[in-house]
């Protein structure tokens, strides 16, 4: 499957479609139809395995590479797309326009229309709503999701906000979606995010219509998992406030909401109906619902990942001694030696990760701090499940990270994807990053700085040794099997990543660069590369290869890639060398879950390079200038972080202060 990937295939198959353009030609210039369908087929695969583009070319060569592409599309009739099983409606859109072909929109009084001079686009008599997260809370309903309407690919699109028998509507804000990228990663489609939240009070309906060309169209409704409403549980009722989907029995289709201010009887036989429905549904959710909102205390959950120490475990035995009226609890799945990390007091503020114990305090915390966002990590119901309980919850989830986000990475960070209500933040860059390519917001930001640099000691003196820690490579290991990774080790040893770090370990000019400093050099691989390590071997006595974990601090510098890593050493204030010789690899998308970084190696702390010879160059020239950084990477270092120091602390007061307002 490694071999589809462009950056191996990409001539390969265009040489294929181009076979097929060539010996499948009809009399009149046109492909035959099954040809067509063979280019469409992997055109289609390819879109949606993110593995069409050559991402690794530079800009030139990528321009042309996409004209190539198109060239080959533009021989598949539009029909030929538009009547595949194989492809997703919007994808249809997306390679008709890849196409480049001329249309036109027409638009009646019942329906909207795209057309080219012989097939009909889209036809449609309404766009659709994609509703993600939806609460009641204090009379106001809060709706957010992204509008998904074939039309929008092709023209500007608005969307109004209709209340009872107002014929206007208010306008809705609409801003790019992140769920343009659909089913795919690249951006197939133009879906437009909004989010609004509407008082109850003294409105009876609500309903949303999209605008075409000044002409106003309905909306269909749909519900994702998380989704308070489906088509399981039409209603949501908090306090008094009952608020019920319209459903279409013809078209089959969610159109609208219907608000109910219940008194008295009403209300009771509302709230028994209520009850009953989800005691059907479910007896043991019913059970946990009625437990819900029994708190007396202010309830924290601090959760790490499996088997891991991170930012909430540091932020626990910070805020775990503090007398104020918080009842804290840190959520554990595999620590053996819980001596060893908590004291006696602390172990008993311990919980058992989807405990019945877990699962209670979590219906009932204010605030969830965690360094991994994903609901599959925190909640004890998972993430799916968890959409039974919506309704119910009112905790804030604080995200403190596991690292800096320098990598990028929209699909598992942007705001609209995610469940982060604030984030912990280290630097001025975040802020920036997070903002510009993820969709947070100033009031989302926790400018204090993970509680785990606190532990970093600034004024421990370095040992004379170098650590050299690179990443891992999603191509040269494989799936998970009896919870252990499998190993490829014929990949592994004939990879430009192993081959140029084992020319570099062995090099006489290295060991000999380590004898005249009388320097010693720590070579320690990612930990899911650890069973690797019997194949960096060294004749050097002064080379080591580490297995388990490292103390930054004893280090005059650090040799590495993209790993997160590098930003202990940034915050120590010494030098950086980044190597990755399979940097090409990188680009293309082949050997990690990303390809680009925001914060480019280039524009880092240090110098960059990608062959054992230019780094021992670098490194020989920092050796002789006494481990000094050039002032250009010292002023990024120095420049960088927002604190050095009582981070854990700072995030206790935000925590605290808004906790108070």
Known sequence: ASGNHPYYCFDHFLYFFQLLSDTYRLPDGRLDRVAQALLLYNFNWRLKGDVLYPYHYDAAEFEHAVDRLRYYIGLVDDDVILSSPHVDPFHMNYFLRMKREPYQISFGPKRFAVHSEANLWVDEDRGELVFRKTRL???????????????????????????????????????????????????????????????????????????????????????????????????????????????????????????????????????????????????????????????????????????????????????????????????????????????????????????????????????????FHSPGVFSPFGSIPLAYYDDLLYYEMVYLQHGILHAHLPNLYEKERSDIDRIVVSSDFEIKNFRKNYGFLPMHFIPSGMPRLSTIDRTQRPERRIIFAPSWRKNLIGPYIDNRRELMPKQFLSSKFYCEINRFLQSPKLSALLDRYDLALDFKNHPIFEEYNAYFQTNSSRIHVLSGPAKMETYQMMITDFSSIVFDFVYLDRPVLYFVPDYEMFRAGVTHTYREMDLPLEKGFGAFTQTAEELLSQLERLIENHFVPEPMYQKRMQDFFLHKGGEDELLYQYLTQKQEQ
């Open 137 to 371: 809370r204090g009379g106001t309903l809060h709706l957010e999701g992204f509008l998904k309407c074939p039309a929008s690919d092709f023209y500007d699109i608005s969307l109004y906000l209709k209340l009872d028998q107002d014929r206007g509507g208010t306008p809705v804000a609409l801003t790019p979606s992140a769920f343009s990228r659909y089913k795919s990663s690249v951006e197939t489609n133009r879906f437009w995010a909004f989010s609004c939240d509407i008082p109850l009070e003294g409105h009876t309906h609500i309903a949303f219509e999209i605008e075409l060309e000044g002409r106003r169209y309905p909306t269909r409704y749909y519900f994702t998992v998380r989704a308070a409403f489906g088509k399981k549980q039409r209603k949501l009722m908090k306090g008094h406030d009952l608020v019920e989907l319209d459903f279409d029995k013809k078209e089959e289709i969610f159109t609208g909401f219907t608000v109910q201010k219940l008194s008295g009887f009403a209300f009771i036989l509302q709230k028994l109906k209520m009850e009953a429905h989800y005691l059907r549904r479910n007896f043991k959710g019913f059970f946990y619902r009625k437990a819900a909102g029994k708190r007396k205390h202010e309830i924290w959950l601090y959760n790490d990942r499996h088997g891991v120490i991170d930012n909430a475990y540091y932020q626990f035995k910070h805020d775990f001694g503090i007398a104020d009226r918080v009842k804290r609890y840190y959520i554990v799945d595999a620590f053996e030696d819980k001596k060893h990390y908590f004291t006696r007091k602390e172990r008993k503020y311990l919980v058992k990760f989807k405990s019945l114990r877990h699962k209670l305090l979590f219906l009932n915390s204010s605030k969830v701090l965690s360094s």
